[in-house]
C-alpha cells in the first residue's frame, strides 16, 4: 500500500486503525490537516452586530 501523507510504501503491517495510512502519526497527521483547512477560514468581522449594543449602560 501506499501512505498518501509520507509517500511511503508499506504493507499490512501498518495498524489496521491507521488505514489507509502508514501509521497513526500520518492519519493524524491528515487529519490535523483536515481540521487546519477547515479553522482557517478567514473570520469575518461582526459587522452584523447592532452598534447600540455598544452604548447601552
Ligand atoms: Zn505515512
Same mark, same amino acid.
Given at each position: 500500500?501506499?501512505?498518501?501523507?509520507?509517500?511511503?510504501?508499506?504493507?499490512?503491517?501498518?495498524?489496521?486503525a491507521?488505514? &489507509?495510512?502508514?501509521?497513526?502519526?500520518?492519519?493524524?497527521?491528515?487529519?490535523?490537516?483536515?481540521?487546519?483547512?477547515? !479553522?482557517?477560514? &478567514?473570520?469575518?468581522?461582526?459587522?452584523?452586530? &447592532?452598534s447600540?449594543?455598544? !452604548?447601552? &449602560?
Amino acid at each position: 500500500m501506499h501512505c498518501p501523507i509520507c509517500d511511503k510504501e508499506f504493507d499490512e503491517n501498518a495498524p489496521k486503525a491507521a488505514l &489507509p495510512f502508514c501509521s497513526m502519526r500520518c492519519k493524524l497527521i491528515d487529519a490535523a490537516r483536515w481540521l487546519d483547512e477547515k !479553522y482557517s477560514l &478567514p473570520i469575518e468581522p461582526g459587522d452584523d452586530v &447592532p452598534s447600540e449594543a455598544f !452604548y447601552e &449602560p
